[in-house]
Structure formats: C-alpha cells, structure tokens
C-alpha cells in the first residue's frame, strides 16, 4: 500500500460512515411554516432571534426544554398533491416558540427557513431533522 493513498483513504472512508450516521440519526416529520413577524415568541418573548427559527409542537417541546436548541431541517418530500416542492440542502434554524394545537406540522419554521428547503406554495412538507 502506497503511502499517500492510504492516507487518502481513511479520511474518505471515515466521512462516508460519518454522513451515514447522521442518516441514520435524522428523524422524519412534518414541517409548515409561519409569515413574520416572527416575535414574540415562548422562549424570547418580544426579542428577536432572526428568520431562521421555529416553533415545535408538543412533541419536540419537552415542557420549555426545546428552547434555544438548534435543529438542522432537511425537505425529503411533499406532504400534500404539489409537484417536486424540495430544494436541495438543508436549514440549520433555532427553536423559540412553541406551535400549539391545533398545529398543522410537528416544525412551523419561518417562512425565510421553510424556503431555503421547500416551495412554499406546497405549504406542508415531510422533513428530517437532527439535533446539532
């Protein structure tokens, strides 16, 4: 074995395994979004966080908990009849409101978030999330 190909090799491999473990750690949801303003909101009150934040409903908010935690926010489909609404990549967004019932997606990201990954005339899409 070559010197510098084995040197290449195992930095190759290692990203590899390591894409797929945050695979494998992403968990499907779905995501709608929110016009601004985006204040005031359950962690922040009146303080404005920016535009790449969300709300989560009862099931990420863990009794206050959820706030301030960063979620990075993946499209994988539609939710509903629109063609191809995903873009492609990901939005890294700060979680400061909670979605109360009845809340249309389990992650009501702000318009600025939900169109760096969606169409937003599709209004409702399926994503993957992972906490960073």
């Not at 195992?10 to 601004?36: D, G, K």
């Not at 908010?61 to 926010?73: E, H, I, L, S």
Request: glycine share 8%.
């Amino acid at each position: 074995m070559e010197a510098t190909g084995g040197k290449v090799r195992v930095p190759i491999i290692l990203w590899m395994v390591l894409c797929l473990l945050a695979v494998a750690h992403a968990t499907e949801t779905l995501a709608v979004y929110y016009n601004p303003p985006y204040t005031p909101s359950a962690c922040y009150g009146v303080g404005y966080t920016g535009p790449l934040v969300t709300g989560v409903s009862a099931t990420l908010w863990d009794n206050k908990r959820a706030c301030g935690k960063k979620m990075r926010v993946r499209c994988v489909r539609g939710a509903n009849k629109a063609l191809n609404p995903c873009k492609p990549g990901s939005v890294d967004v700060k979680i400061v409101d909670f979605c109360r019932e009845p809340c249309e997606g389990t992650i009501n990201l702000t318009k600025d978030a939900f169109s760096k990954i969606a169409s937003t005339e599709a209004g409702k899409v399926v994503v993957d999330y992972t906490f960073i």
